[in-house]
């Protein structure tokens, strides 16, 4: 997740920071009560908050910007890296791409921070590669076939084994993935509370390749075998 919050040109699409924001709290207190400034709205100012229940930090707030308060919840390691303004890249265990942003509302993070924080999710797995010294064809089973909506006549490939591959078939591992990004209107789905599927789907129609795709196209190029596409896919 790429957290921006002290960036000065933060593309949101759809939610616009006001760097303004950022100036109505000192570093000190925003540390000291473990919180970040979001935004302008009104007359409030919107601030992420580890703990929503803290009133001596909201009172601290209100007094030293001079506006009425509004809070969102975030988890304390979220502001830390709100408050740092980098690029975070972190990693969840989902079952895809769209998973991950469910997980994040699960986790009680707020649409609009996830909206203001998230730049895409990348969901990846490890096949393992076809040894180039015995690749030769190899007739899927049917059942991998039907499963991976593959028709009978496409041909695929796998390592018979060999010196090379100490018999197994395969040397090293390719990675498969799907990366969603955020689009203003995946940004619109989460700001309305779609999530999951739905969000997928629309990943898709928005031309996301998901990943057991990316892993069947490989194994349309010789790399890996159908059984590794069939091993990795996701349902
Ligand atoms: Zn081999």
Same mark, same amino acid.
């Given at each position: ?12 699409? !759809? ?15 925003? =540390? =000291? ?9 009104? +007359? ?5 908050? @580890? +703990? ?40 969840? #265990?989902?079952?895809? $791409? ?16 996830? @909206? ?12 393992? /590669?076809?040894?180039? #010294? ?6 899927? +089973?049917?059942?991998? /076939?039907? $499963?991976?909506?593959?028709? +009978? ?12 591959? @100490? ?7 390719? $990675? ?19 999530? !999951? ?7 898709? $129609?928005? !031309? ?5 795709? @990316?892993?069947?196209?490989?194994? /349309? ?11 990795? =896919?996701?349902?």
């Amino acid at each position: 997740m790429a957290r921006q919050l002290n960036l000065p040109f933060v593309d949101l699409g !759809g939610f616009d920071i006001d760097p303004k924001a950022l100036t109505h709290v000192p570093q000190t207190i925003a =540390r =000291r009560f473990c919180l970040a400034p979001l935004c302008l709205y009104g +007359d409030a100012l919107v601030i992420a908050m @580890n +703990d929503p229940t803290d009133s001596e930090a909201v009172d601290t707030v209100r007094f030293v910007s001079g506006r009425r308060v509004e809070i969102a919840k975030a988890s304390e390691s979220a502001i830390e890296s709100a408050l740092t303004g980098h690029l975070v890249l972190s990693t969840l #265990h989902t079952s895809d $791409a769209a998973g991950a942003v469910t997980r994040l509302a699960e986790m009680g993070i707020e649409p609009f921070l996830l @909206n203001a924080t998230v730049l895409g999710v990348l969901a990846q797995r490890l096949v393992r /590669r076809n040894c180039p #010294h015995c690749v030769q064809e190899e007739p899927p +089973d049917p059942g991998v /076939r039907r $499963a991976l909506g593959v028709t +009978d006549g496409e041909i695929f490939y796998k390592g018979a084994g060999c010196e090379y591959c @100490n018999a197994t078939g395969y040397i090293g591992r390719v $990675a498969v993935y799907e990366l969603l990004t955020l689009t203003p209107q995946l940004r619109t789905m989460i700001q309305e509370g779609i999530c !999951g599927e739905s969000l997928g789907r629309q990943a898709v $129609a928005q !031309g996301m390749v998901p990943l057991t795709q @990316n892993a069947l196209s490989l194994a /349309r190029r010789r790399a890996t075998s159908l059984a590794e596409v069939y091993r990795v =896919r996701l349902l």
